[in-house]
């Protein structure tokens, strides 16, 4: 479908020199003289070049809309991820950096949504919070007040996280994997 460069957003997945761009930021400019244009940054979904970019309202885009499909997240395998289609069972392999550093909240069976674009596979996104174990926890500094006190803790995934002091070594706690936070204790 093709968009105007000034109906431009950000979200938008578009088409542009041969590469296939997400829209991070747009700024909408009316200078005094000439027309408006779209200052427009993306970022590369293939190769993670950056784009800086004026689209004024005569160009035109290609807008993409990217399929998605349920699978599950099986192992890894050096720098490889194997995620099995969960409809056809049919197995593909995807490099870590597709995932991120979200990689490393992976967990065996976890079900994540792949967005493919002309059937290549582009993101991998995950549930939002997962549930881990902390291994190990720093003790509390007596005098700190628990309500602006957060501690270094480690997941059982390796990653660290701050959490409140009262969470010790061996519990359960549901992360915000994006933003690598605490959230609650699990139930």
Known sequence: MKITG?????????????GIWKVTKIQHTQPGKGGAYMQVEAKNLIDGRKLNNRFRSADTVEKVRLDTKDFQYLYAEGDDL???????????????????EAHEFLQDGMDVVLELWEERPISVELPEHIEATIVEADAVVKGQTASSSYKPAILDNGVRVMVPPHITSGTRIVVHVYDREYVRRAD
């Open 82 to 100: 194997v995620f099995m289609d969960k409809d056809t069972y049919e197995q593909i392999t995807i490099g870590k950096d597709v995932v991120g």
């Open 6 to 18: 000034v109906e431009i957003r950000p979200g938008n997945i578009i088409e542009y020199e041969g």
